[in-house]
């Protein structure tokens, strides 16, 4: 690659030229990363040329590298005999997802344009919420009668040999003739056994399994207190898949990286440079015009008290500086409380505890906080009272900040919303009220000295 | 387990009757989230009593349970040998990583009382960073010859089956004389080669391999881009061990929870309330205090217009609510770029691309929220020129905002900076400074409009 030329103009350069294998060779040779940059920067049309024209494999590189919203749209472009041929490159876990948020009628078109047994595995996964076992779990695994002597099993494994490749075989599955699970031989198990011996015979009677329905919260605790590699899924007792701890860590760093962004106000969960500018602009909007609500809500609280303000004038300075400082505060107490939520340490009925401890630090940090701005405030200004106004409110609003900031996400939570939406906006605005009406307040019954 | 009566209760009257037996049998008994919320609930001298008095198993479920910092407290409290047989209990991983953390002194000690062979794997993980191949690495591993056949790896196999049952065997590793890496044979290799083949003529030759050295941004970009389970690790041509797929992940995931935490003011990326309260204060203090004074720079600005929102005293209410939506538009802008710094799409040259992409969004949020707040400004005061000045600041403020908040992380990673815990602070205080020019600037050039 020449020097300083970026991969997405070499790749739009071939397209434009008609050098298909080499778009192919390039989207090959870049790292997960550079091909998900480089396609980003792509226009939504070349980038729909790319995954017509460029080999399937190529393709599924491609799309596995995008956001889901950007695949999903791409796919739903292509015709469905196309999308099919891609669709299959993919590890069946992303091709789930997308063929999951495809319009029903597109999803039913892709899927009759794939060989039987691979649509029959993409429906069997995908009948599933993408946060519990059945959505998360893959359907590749060999399953035997417990009648089956080792040889056999070696033998199976054998004849499979070509399928198994492309995943890590770990485990073999005992089965009875409903399948339904009667044990689990470890790979290590088939190599270590006697030939002859039979499966039921060395297999780990009645496993560890989980059922199809358990959701992330309660699979990433599974997880966290067992060693296993993966774990059989079950369906009214029958095997359905196999859960890989990978899959499982995958989905939790996604979840957490998408209630990171939520929480930033991205309310979708997802945004990405290259989607639509529409779409970019309407999905921050949403979180925005509610903050603006919100604001002129807490705003309201200064206007009542614009007498007081007209007298000292120089407390318009501090209103701000209130209002950031408790914020600043309030989300810390925030963001240990999520982190505490999502290591299952704090639980919604935790809140009294909550409380307590961050009362504990509000006062130490409240009264620290509140003396810096109080000497800075009568410093500045020449007024003590001033800085007795400033410096107590900002005290005494920090005290708020902890208590709400602290206890929201767990309330949230028992009440059913979600924490990483609900908790900044809640925040930001009752430590404003509370912060204006405390500093303004306290003004206009100090208003004597201050005026002085 | 009583009704309404909570793990930690039941464990500390466990202790105090000294039944210890019992607490063991609680300790197991409970979920990873649970345990770490019971221990975490009690006071830091019964932490420590807890873990002299149980056995050494339990103790060391309540050690992986706790935060790392809580972890090496409670070790370095405890005597070297009863630390040293706690810790050979953890998985190597946790273990190291809290002799990482212990002070030299009391890690020597620790190390000493331990098996030769346990300290030596230690060491050869501790030397290096929990952030790259060699600190994440696990050291057990069974390499062998090129010239051994099947059956013989299978017998070396046999041999180690009740170490090997601790962890997944996925791969034999093939070295040569001095230890370096020649290929790889899965395991699936070995089950269905012939008994007899060597080992050289069905291994993976020229295997994938990381560097010990290698840091977890290259890591994580490595397994995205392939799908084994495992790699092996080489320290100058030496096989060191081995790195798993999950390890990374974990890693990747824990990284991401002390970001996250960093970016909202707990500096030191990890606070549980069940820390001394001196110690929560302090971490949380020091982001507060450098930010009053960030704010108290900000803040100058409006006292330089003091004369103006004398005359105009209800641009007081609108102040606030410029600063706190152009925060709310600037962090959402952080958070797409910190997403997309993490997934490699955008990289610290694209700070052009993305502040285009930027100025897109910020023109028609900036237009909507400005024409909002125009509006409700107008028909609150009576006065469209208020609503003209506190729109317009607003509206222009969001592009500033906006361009800050996409591009700071951006910046700050080019010049080495931690894009986490700068670009907070950096985007609230040049956000307000312009918020706050702008409204006041705007404010005195048509005051004689606005006094009216």
Chains 1, 2 share one sequence.
């Not at 893959?138 to 099993?153: H, P, Y």
């Not at 190599?191 to 959701?215: N, W, Y």
């Not at 949403?286 to 407390?315: D, P, R, Y």
């Not at 999502?342 to 401890?357: E, F, H, M, N, T």
Request: net charge negative.
């Amino acid at each position: 690659m020449a020097e300083g030329t970026e991969p997405w103009v070499l790749l739009r350069e071939a397209l434009e030229k008609g050098q298909i294998d080499d778009a192919s060779t390039l989207i090959d040779a870049l790292s997960a990363g550079d091909l998900a940059r480089a396609v980003s920067h792509l226009p939504a049309e070349v980038q729909a040329q790319l995954l017509e024209r460029v080999d399937a494999e190529a393709a599924a590189d491609v799309l596995e590298r995008l956001s889901r919203t950007q695949a999903v749209e791409l796919v739903q472009q292509l015709e469905p005999a196309r999308a099919a041929e891609i669709l299959q490159e993919l590890p069946l876990e992303a091709e789930v997802d997308i063929v999951r948020d495809l319009e029903e009628e597109d999803a039913a078109d892709v899927l009759a344009a794939m060989p039987a047994e691979e649509a029959d595995e993409v429906r069997e996964v995908a009948r599933w919420d993408d946060d519990v076992a059945g959505g998360l779990m893959g359907v590749e695994f060999l399953a035997v009668k417990g009648s089956l002597t080792m040889r056999e099993v070696i033998d199976q494994l054998r004849e499979g040999a070509g399928e198994f490749e492309e995943y890590d075989v770990q485990y073999v599955y005992v089965v009875d003739d409903r399948e339904h699970l009667e044990g689990v031989l470890p790979l290590r198990t088939v190599v270590l056994s006697k030939p002859g011996a039979k499966a039921r015979d060395v297999m780990i009677g009645d496993p560890l399994k989980v059922e199809a329905k358990t959701d992330l919260d309660a699979l990433e605790d599974m997880f966290d207190d067992i060693d296993f590699f993966a774990l059989p899924v079950v369906d009214e007792g029958r095997l359905v898949g196999v859960l890989r701890r990978g899959a499982v860590l995958e989905a939790v760093g996604e979840q957490a990286a998408v209630d990171h962004l939520r929480s930033a106000g991205i309310v979708d969960g997802d945004e990405l440079r290259s989607m639509a500018l529409w779409d970019r602009a309407r999905g921050r909007l949403k979180w925005l015009s509610l903050n603006v609500g919100l604001n002129v809500v807490a705003a309201s609280v200064i206007a009542m008290f614009q007498e007081t303000l007209q007298t000292v004038v120089a407390l318009a300075v501090f209103l701000p500086i209130i209002s950031d400082m408790s914020g600043c505060s309030g989300n810390q107490a925030v963001a240990v409380s999520m982190r505490e939520l999502s290591l299952g340490i704090a639980q919604p009925r935790d809140v009294l505890y909550v409380w307590g401890k961050e009362l504990a630090v509000g006062l130490l940090n409240g009264t620290a906080l509140g003396g810096l701005l109080g000497i800075v405030a009568f410093v500045w200004m020449g007024n003590p009272w001033l800085g007795l106004v400033a410096g107590g409110a900002l005290a005494l609003n920090t005290l708020v900040a902890v208590s709400v900031g602290g206890t929201v996400p767990l309330l949230a939570t028992r009440f059913g919303f979600d924490p990483a939406l609900a908790s900044g906006p809640m925040l930001t605005t009752i430590t404003d009220v509370c912060g204006f009406a405390l500093a303004l307040g306290m003004a206009t019954a100090l208003l004597p000295y201050l005026a002085a």
